[in-house]
């Protein structure tokens, strides 16, 4: 159930980037499109009943093994957080410019002014 979540989003996202015709509309499917990857990656590492992967000097290896989650999932997604709100920052100054320039958020409207 929870992946199907992850795939609605996604398309919800996707839907955003390829049918909107407003900048600003384009930039929230990919913010929606990367929250579904990050939500994704961090269900991918997720065990019911699991504990933190931390060991501590008196735990059983194998039993540490059995129940702790899979740090990886998380580290990746910090990463993706950090890439995203780059991107994002990156987009919305493209944006701002593009606005100054034109006088509008509609990238029809900015390719018939740029011709």
């Known amino acids: 159930m929870a992946f199907t979540l992850c795939f609605v989003l996604f398309m919800v996202g996707l839907y955003g980037v390829l ?18 990857v ?6 991918l590492g997720y065990k019911k009943g699991g504990v933190a992967p931390i060991l501590e000097k ?11 989650v899979d740090p990886l999932p998380q580290a990746l997604v910090l990463t993706s957080i950090v890439i995203g709100l780059g991107v994002l920052a990156l987009t919305i100054g493209i944006c701002i410019r593009l606005y100054e320039k034109y ?13």
């Open 19 to 36: 049918s909107k015709k407003n900048m600003v509309k384009i930039v929230m499917g990919l913010v929606i499109m990367n929250c579904a």
């Open 38 to 43: 990050n939500l994704f990656l961090i269900m």
């Open 58 to 68: 008196k735990t059983n290896l194998a039993d540490f093994l059995a129940r702790s």
């Open 103 to 115: 006088g509008t958020f509609d990238i029809t409207e900015i390719r018939r002014l740029k011709g």
